[in-house]
């Protein structure tokens, strides 16, 4: 079982980036598991943090969301997000082959920005295929990108935000990868129980 929350807590928490190249769907998919709502024009993301408690497995636990930067004007933010996440989503849209490309590079940058902070741990991440409601217009297979996918041993998911398909499933695969590679993180940042609508209250939460 998979919840979220929007909360206020200032308590550290473990920080889930979800990057990608412009236009992929990365503030539709973020706005659309915490608030299940579907924006159609966005304007280009420079960064957006959302602090959130997210169920997993029974336990609460303290969530930041990055919604990275796309565009190449940000780079210097979509840098720092990247050597300071704990675990990454990384996305393209299937319709797009030069997103599907720039996920490659994404990817490699990961590893060299992640290395300090994750040196001696592997880094979890999954791969997620957004825009699945224009699967007649993809430019790139799925049976393709679950093939590269696996050659990296990463998990691989579509996503629609737009309708919805999938996109709590890919947090619940994303908080799972942490449970299998760092559990570590999720100890460190769970909560002894789930919080009562009293708690919520105090700490301005909402569950969506």
């Not at 030069?98 to 991440?125: Q, V």
Request: net charge negative; with cysteine.
């Amino acid at each position: 079982m998979l919840r979220s929350g929007i909360c206020s807590s200032a308590a550290q928490m473990l920080r889930i980036c979800v990057v990608g190249s412009g236009g992929v769907g990365k503030s539709c998919v973020t706005i659309r598991f915490l608030k299940n709502e579907f924006t159609e024009y966005y304007d280009p993301t420079m960064e957006e943090t959302y602090e959130t408690e997210i169920t997993y497995e029974g336990k609460l636990h303290q969530v930041e969301i990055i919604d990275t930067a796309g565009q190449e004007e940000f780079t210097s933010f979509l840098d720092s997000s990247l050597s300071t996440g704990d675990a990454f989503m990384i996305l393209y849209a299937i319709n797009s082959l030069s997103s599907w490309n720039d996920l490659k590079t994404l990817r490699s940058k990961i590893f060299h920005g992640s290395e300090g902070k994750n040196a001696g741990h592997r880094i979890p991440m999954i791969i997620v295929g957004n825009k699945k409601d224009l699967d007649n217009d993809r430019d790139t297979s799925e049976e393709s990108a679950q093939e590269y996918a696996d050659s990296l041993r990463v998990p691989y998911i579509e996503t629609s935000a737009k309708t919805g398909y999938n996109v709590k499933e890919a947090f619940h695969l994303i908080m799972s990868e942490i449970e299998r590679i760092r559990p570590d993180l999720l100890v460190k940042r769970t909560k002894n129980r789930p919080s009562t609508s009293s708690d919520q209250k105090k700490k301005d939460c909402r569950i969506v």
